[in-house]
């Protein structure tokens, strides 16, 4: 035994800094069990910020306001999206939406609108067609109040894709998961794998065609698409088999045991709650249902939920750490909410500013108090912090 005030031996000596190592990586946060950033929303609020945009975006034809739809959630998503793969994800479904618009245009070029005009602005020759596809023509007269019916009608479209695009860059897929109901688990696994394989794959490719211009290689055209495309299809594979792995080891599918009289009455509440649902959403959408309506779409709703509550205990798992849904969530949620109820309102109250006619063709102008309302779904970026970056854990001595 060392006397006191010895010098330490060699292994003491290498002990010491491997303690000091450990301490600074727990408390620099970086460990595997480290907790979400403190200023994260809860997914659910912006997936439901995202939908009251693209109800918004139904009620209505106007470009200008559609415009200010998309200028809205792409502002939201340039500020507040987090370092994520499927944070990129944006981008993808906004080239998808301008490919949407540029082949509805085509389409009414070459095959014609069923809106008649009388600004002809090009004629094409026409392909005579045989009598049994009467109502379909190639070519022939291209009017420009068939156009812009087109346009008006895939400019909706393109809106709609860029706000699920935006729900998919602001929310994490797995985050959502671990908030769904326990019966809704299995599907929510599914939803969420579907979600996560394009951005992997958009990330696979950027990594790819970046490893090939830097071996200068060619990364564009036919042929750099065939070195590109196998090994992005090839770890898509490797990653599918890794993610069955890891769910077959972690017990996915196991369900617990419980009475017979409690999985038919999951099952009659359930099914009747859906019933519900579509009687009362019809009665809804028809002068005839107006009295009924609602009243059978609350009770559905209701019963949809009891069924998906008593068919959660058949599911075993715990939430780690669970998303507090706190009043920036309750904000957020709300912001979106009111941009769909308003713009409904008005579609009911002056539905020639939210859907402009192209017979006879007018110039579509901007309602004030419906782009006020379109304007609030803004709150997000003003209500909620911007996500910090990961921070790096300090160096370690050598």
Not at 309 to 327: F, K, M, N, S, V
Not at 370 to 375: D, K, S
Request: with cysteine; hydrophobic share 45%.
């Amino acid at each position: 035994m060392p006397e006191e005030g010895a010098p330490k031996g060699r292994g003491e000596l290498r002990a010491q800094p491997r303690r000091s190592r450990t301490r600074q990586t727990t408390h620099s946060g970086t460990s595997s069990g480290a907790p979400n950033p403190p200023n994260s929303l809860h997914p659910g609020a912006w997936w439901t910020w995202s939908l009251g945009l693209a109800t918004a975006a139904t009620r209505t034809t106007n470009p200008l306001l559609l415009s200010l739809l998309i200028t809205v959630s792409a502002y939201v998503v340039a500020t507040h999206r987090t370092p994520t793969p499927s944070s990129h994800s944006y981008t993808a479904f906004a080239k998808l939406g301008l490919a949407v618009l540029l082949i509805r245009l085509a389409f009414a070029t070459i095959l014609g609108s069923p809106i008649p005009g009388t600004h002809v602005l090009l004629t094409l020759p026409q392909v005579p067609l045989p009598h049994w596809a009467q109502g379909i023509r190639l070519g022939g007269k291209v009017t420009a109040e068939g156009l812009t019916f087109a346009f008006y009608d895939a400019l909706k479209l393109a809106t709609l894709l860029l706000c699920v695009g935006a729900a998919n860059a602001l929310a994490n897929p797995a985050r959502l998961l671990k908030s769904l109901p326990g019966a809704l688990y299995e599907t929510g696994v599914a939803v969420v794998v579907a979600l996560t394989f394009a951005p992997n794959l958009i990330a696979d490719a950027q990594r790819l065609r970046a490893a090939r211009r830097l071996r200068g290689r060619p990364d564009r055209g036919l042929r750099g698409l065939l070195h590109v495309g196998l090994p992005v299809l090839e770890g898509a594979l490797e990653r599918s088999v890794a993610l069955a792995a890891a769910m077959d080891a972690r017990g996915y599918g196991r369900t617990a045991q419980v009475p017979a009289s409690v999985r038919r009455t999951t099952a009659a509440l359930t099914l009747g709650g859906l019933l519900g649902v579509c009687a009362g959403t019809y009665g809804l959408l028809t002068a005839e249902g107006g009295t009924y309506g609602l009243p059978l779409l609350l009770a559905g709703v209701v019963a949809a939920l009891a069924g998906l509550r008593l068919g959660g205990r058949r599911t075993l798992r715990t939430r780690y750490r669970p998303d507090a849904w706190d009043l920036r969530a309750w904000l957020v949620t709300c912001s979106g909410v009111s941009v769909a109820a308003l713009l409904t309102l008005a579609a009911t109250r002056d539905p020639a500013a939210l859907n402009p006619g192209v017979i006879p063709l007018v110039a579509p102008t901007l309602p004030l108090w419906p782009a006020a309302a379109v304007l609030l779904g803004l709150a997000p970026a003003f209500l909620t912090s911007k996500p910090s970056k990961p921070s790096k854990s300090p160096r370690e001595p050598s």
